[in-house]
């Protein structure tokens, strides 16, 4: 499975942004989908999975009740929906894919990986 995310810009605090991550392969359907982030001098940390059959989400404490998962196994693509963006909120959000049919938190078991796309939110 190869990832390209997309999606990342500017915007002010207090403002929205989807991101989307498109997926190539025709087992899409198969793998439990998540995104990452990473600020500038952290770890990459969790923040969103969904399972492969859309039954169960997952959100870090930090994003839960501003930031919405959801896909669309007919288009290979995953979404990630922020709003009320603060600037804490600026990474690069990276969305993964793993062969686990049941949304994970943990990045040791996504293998794949996309590139990144960059979100700045400003003050």
């Known amino acids: 499975v190869q990832l390209q995310a997309y999606g990342g810009g500017l915007v002010q605090a207090g403002g929205s942004l989807r991101l989307s991550c498109a997926a190539s392969?025709?087992?899409?359907?198969?793998?439990?989908l998540g995104w990452f982030r990473q600020a500038p001098g952290k770890e990459r940390e969790f923040v969103s999975a969904?399972?492969?059959?859309?039954?169960?989400?997952y959100y870090s404490d930090s994003v839960k009740g501003r930031f919405a998962i959801s896909r669309d196994n007919a288009k290979n693509t995953v979404y990630l929906q922020m709003n009320s963006l603060k600037p804490e909120d600026t990474a690069v959000y990276f969305c993964?894919?793993?062969?686990?049919?049941?949304?994970?938190?943990?990045?040791?078991?996504?293998?794949?990986w996309g590139q990144g796309t960059l979100v700045t939110v400003s003050s």
């Open positions: 993964a894919a793993s062969r686990l049919l049941s949304a994970t938190t943990s990045s040791s078991n996504y293998a794949y």
């Open positions: 969904i399972s492969w059959n859309i039954g169960n989400t």
């Open positions: 392969g025709r087992t899409f359907s198969s793998y439990s």
